[in-house]
Each structure stands twice: as structure tokens, then as C-alpha cells.
Nanobody, 125 residues
Framework: VQLQASGGGLVQAGGSLRLSCAAS????????VGWFRQAPGMERHFVAA????????IYADSVKGRFTISRDNARTTMYLQMNSLRPEDTAVYYC???????????????????WGQGTLVTVSS
């Protein structure tokens, strides 16, 4: 599977954005998918993940209650709805796909085998 992220941009604090990640290949439904982000000068960190059956969803504490991850297997696309954005959410956001079937593994970058190219989200104060 190959991934293409989109939807980033500039938004004011308190605003919303929806990121999309389109997957190519018929195997999309066999993968768990996740979002990570990397702020300038920082390491990449986990944001959210959803398993292949839509049953296991996990979030980083910093985004719980504000971000929602979802997937549409028919469209081979995953989404990240981001509400109540804060300046500290500014980062390049990456989507990724994992063959893991264990939801608790999905917060670790090592579980992911395929990565998208990233889309920049900038939140102004």
C-alpha cells in the first residue's frame, strides 16, 4: 500500500482542519492506520490510530477530545478531524499503515511499515 496525505494548511487557534490520507492498493483494509506528527526541531510523535476492523482506536493524551480518526475502507482513505486547534498542534502530520493486529502496538512508530509524505499544519495564535 502507498499513502498520500493532504489537507494541511494555516488555521487560527480554535479552528478546525480535516486531514486525509488516500491509499493505493487493494490491501488497505488489511492494515491498521495511524497519524503521527513532527513539530519543528522535534522528534515525530504518535497522534492517533485505528485498527483494520474499526474496533480499536487510540489517541495521544494531548489530542483526546479534540481529534477524531476514522477510515473508509471502500474509499481506501483515512481521516483525521482536528478541532479546537492550538499553536502547539503545529507540525508536519504523517499517515502510516501497519500490519499489526494488536491495537496497543499502534502508538509505536516501529509498528508501521508504510509512511505517507506528510502534510504541514500551522496553527496561529
Amino acid at each position: 500500500v502507498q499513502l498520500q496525505a493532504s489537507g494541511g494548511g494555516l488555521v487560527q487557534a480554535g479552528g478546525s482542519l480535516r486531514l486525509s490520507c488516500a491509499a493505493s492498493g487493494r490491501s488497505f483494509r488489511g492494515y491498521a492506520v495511524g497519524w503521527f506528527r513532527q513539530a519543528p526541531g522535534m522528534e515525530r510523535h504518535f497522534v492517533a490510530a485505528i485498527d483494520r476492523n474499526h474496533n480499536g482506536i487510540i489517541y495521544a493524551d494531548s489530542v483526546k477530545g479534540r481529534f477524531t480518526i476514522s477510515r473508509d475502507n471502500a474509499r481506501t482513505t483515512m481521516y483525521l478531524q482536528m478541532n479546537s486547534l492550538r499553536p502547539e498542534d503545529t507540525a508536519v502530520y504523517y499517515c502510516a499503515a501497519s500490519p499489526s493486529v494488536i491495537s496497543s502496538n499502534l502508538a509505536s512508530q516501529t509498528a508501521y511499515k508504510t509512511w505517507g509524505q506528510g502534510t504541514l499544519v500551522t496553527v496561529s495564535s
